[in-house]
């Protein structure tokens, strides 16, 4: 009987102080460094920028379901024939989490990502910019694969906290088509408002 009791106060006093709210809403800037893993190519991610939005639906006082969508552009340079190129590119991702609150403050979640891209590829050689096709470079528009967060929060007021949150995304689809490898991984760093209702 002690040991349950103890269990019931330790799983207590994980969950948020405000335990009124059902749902909370984050509104994020994002910066995201992608790097694409191809062999025998050498790849360096580069930082871009975007925004999105949140909602975690609370299912239990300390565990929530999280979706969301983010525009995550991704770029990043390579080197080939000796040449310095720049890709970019406009990428729209909706990610699934099922997040732990450890105390009021921090979080952790995981959960799957979903990201497709729009238009084409903005690259950049020796100065001189120029869009080409996703179809010309052999690679998918689409890409999907694993993603960890670790939040933290801070109350500005009643309901309203920011949120800061580094995600790590691992990517399981092949994205080359022309019949090698090519896997994404991506750091991002999302920080906002979020509101608690």
Do not use: W
């Amino acid at each position: 009987m002690r040991c349950i009791s103890a269990l019931t106060l330790a799983l207590l006093s994980l969950a948020p102080a405000n335990r009124a709210e059902a749902a909370r809403l984050s509104l994020v800037g994002v910066a995201n460094s992608a790097q694409p893993n191809v062999p025998g190519t050498q790849y360096s991610g580069q930082t871009a920028y975007g925004a999105g939005a949140l909602l975690e639906m609370r299912m239990v006082p300390f565990i929530g379901l999280e979706v969301g969508g983010l525009y995550a552009p991704r770029k990043y340079s390579f080197s080939t024939g000796g040449v310095n190129y720049t890709n970019s590119y406009k990428a729209y991702e909706f990610p699934v989490l099922l997040r732990l609150h450890l105390g009021r403050y921090l979080s952790v979640g995981g959960g799957a990502y979903y990201s497709r891209a729009n238009g084409g590829i903005s690259q950049t050689a020796a100065g001189v910019s120029q869009g080409v096709s996703f179809a010309s470079q052999q690679q998918s528009m689409t890409d999907y694969g694993g993603v960890l967060s670790a939040a933290l929060t801070m109350r500005l007021g009643p309901l309203t906290r920011l949120l800061f949150d580094g995600r790590y995304l691992v990517g399981m689809k092949n994205d080359s088509l022309s019949g090698g490898d090519m896997k994404f991984n991506d750091m991002e760093l999302l920080a906002g408002l979020q509101f608690g209702f």
